[in-house]
Structure formats: C-alpha cells, structure tokens
C-alpha cells in the first residue's frame, strides 16, 4: 500500500498551513486553486498521506489545464502545424510543501501530472505539456525530465506528446 494518495483538491484539506516557501505558488492554492477547481478552470490535485483525516495536510499539489498555444517555433514540435493556436495542457503550478522538500514529492508530482496530461492528450489530440517556470531553479528542475525552453530567456517549457506517453509507459 502506497504512503500517499493523489486527490483532487477539496474541503477536506487543510490549505493554509501549507507552505512551499514561493509566495506564488502558496497564494495560489490557498485562495484560488479550490474555486478554479470547483469552476471547472483548472483541476488542482494534492498529494497527502494515505492515513490522512481531515483536516488533511497538503505535502503538495499540481494544478492543469487545458491551454490552447500557438507553437509553431517550438522545439520537438512537427514543422506542419496549423497557423491557428493547437491544443495543450498547461501545468499551471506545481508546489511542495518546505516540510517535504528533498524527499523527491516533486518528481512524484509532475510523474503523476504527466501521466494524466499523456491520458488527456492521448484522448483529444495536442501538442503536449506547457509550463511556465517560477525561478530559474526551477527551470532547471523541468529540464531534468526533459523540458525544453521554447525560445532564448522565456521560462516558458514545453515536453512533446511523444515524450509524455514514453515516459508514462517507464
């Protein structure tokens, strides 16, 4: 039986204790990510113990969406796209909390966030993952998995469908 449990963000757990250490990303989930959830705007998914009751601590949590982009200069993308915006999902935050920071909840999140943007894209069509990074530390971190940045300074990332769908089969 796994320690954790990925759910979808509800009353049932407890955002304001949690603490990631980037205002950014902590505002978010504390007073936005449950009615974007709620809206059908995002889905925000938290990770917390499998023993958890509520209040249920928030080791951290990942928020998607579908995004349309207009991708044509990306690298990895096939050189006969259309003029108009195609299809993608935008992991639009993703977040640990400081008391588990280094204990790998990061790569556990976005492993589980691209396995479900390679089952949502698997089953609409799209280009693959975006994201926008917060820091350059965490330009980095993407780009340990495979992200690339799309052009010169942007801290925006992309990982291809092709390599969404591998990595869910590892």
């Known amino acids: 039986m796994s320690r954790f449990a990925l759910e979808l963000l509800d009353g049932t757990h407890d955002r304001k ?8 990303i902590d505002s ?3 007073e936005t990510a449950r009615g974007h959830t709620e809206k059908g705007v995002s889905l925000t998914r938290v990770l917390v113990s499998s023993e958890a009751q509520a209040p249920k601590r928030i080791l951290g949590y990942f928020t998607l969406a579908p995004c349309m982009v207009e991708a044509v200069d990306w690298p990895d993308v096939p050189r006969c796209l259309p003029r108009n915006p195609v299809g993608a999902v935008l992991l639009g935050r993703l977040g640990v909390d400081r008391l588990m920071q280094a204990a790998g909840i990061g790569t556990r999140l976005l492993a589980l966030a691209r396995g479900i943007a390679a089952d949502s894209l698997g089953a609409t069509g799209g280009i693959g993952m975006v994201v926008d990074a917060a820091s350059a530390d965490v330009l980095g971190f993407y780009q340990k ?6 052009s010169g300074n942007s801290s925006r990332l992309f990982l291809p469908t092709h390599s969404l769908v591998a990595m869910s089969r590892d």
């Open 17 to 24: 204790s949690f603490a990631s250490g980037l205002a950014s």
């Open 28 to 30: 978010y989930l504390k």
């Open 145 to 150: 998995f495979g992200f690339r940045v799309i």
